[in-house]
């Protein structure tokens, strides 16, 4: 079964930063793409980041391009989001999603919430 | 980058059909075949519905179907349920190699 579960979400001040983790079990980490995808409260869901399987490849979201980092460790079965210059606008549930391709995701985390608020 | 366009809202009784559209541009719906629609129960994880416009993943109900024309992408549901009650959102590349989602439509049965 397949299971992502995410961590790391808080409240942090404007400016400063925060790091998710989503912890993968189920299938084979490394022979997919993961996505990061989030919603702030009231309102849709809004794509942030992309890593191919290997690692080699990411996009991001012009809204937080420059600052978040998407980036994975195949050996622990772990995606990762690093945020930094946290904005109020960044408040939101964040998800980690699994592919099977870069533009689709068949398997969602519950989320982890990020709030940035002084 | 702007989201897709949906509907905000769409309701429909038991049993009835329903569509949803998305409209994006030629950068976006009309380029690739890559929408994609979730569902969207409000705490509980999204779940895929449709992908490459028209394939249900396995275990998803044959009431739902997808279609595509120029840059408008839709979303069928037949039979309507209750527990199709929930948010839709449809998704798709964009030439800039990201994705995008539509702003979202609520769907009351």
């Known amino acids: 079964e397949v299971q992502l579960v995410e961590s790391g979400g808080g409240l942090v001040q404007p400016g400063g930063s925060l790091r998710l983790s989503c912890a993968a079990s189920?299938?084979?980490?490394?022979?997919?793409?993961m996505s990061w995808v989030r919603q702030a409260p009231g309102k849709g869901l809004e794509w942030v980041s992309v890593i191919s399987g290997s690692g080699t490849t990411s996009y991001y979201a012009d809204s937080v391009k420059g600052r978040f980092t998407i980036s994975r460790d195949n050996s622990k079965n772990t995606l990762y989001l690093q945020m930094s210059s946290l904005r109020g606008e960044d408040t939101a549930l964040y998800y980690c999603?699994?592919?099977?391709?870069?533009?689709?995701?068949?398997?969602w985390g519950q989320g982890t919430l990020v709030t940035v608020s002084s | 980058q702007s989201a897709l366009t949906q509907p905000a809202s769409v309701s429909g009784s038991p049993g009835q059909s329903i569509t949803i559209s998305c409209t994006g541009t030629s950068s976006d719906v009309g380029r690739y075949n890559y929408v994609s629609w979730y569902q969207h129960h409000p705490g509980k994880a999204p779940k895929l519905m449709i992908y490459d416009v028209s394939n249900r993943p396995s275990g998803v109900s044959n009431r739902f179907s997808g279609s595509k024309s120029g840059n408008t992408a839709s979303l069928t549901i037949s039979g309507l349920q209750a527990d199709d009650e929930a948010d839709y959102y449809c998704s798709s590349y964009t030439t800039s190699s990201t994705v995008m989602f539509g702003g979202g439509t609520k769907l009351t049965v």
């Open positions: 189920g299938f084979t980490f490394s022979s997919y793409a």
């Open positions: 999603a699994k592919g099977p391709t870069t533009v689709v995701n068949d398997y």
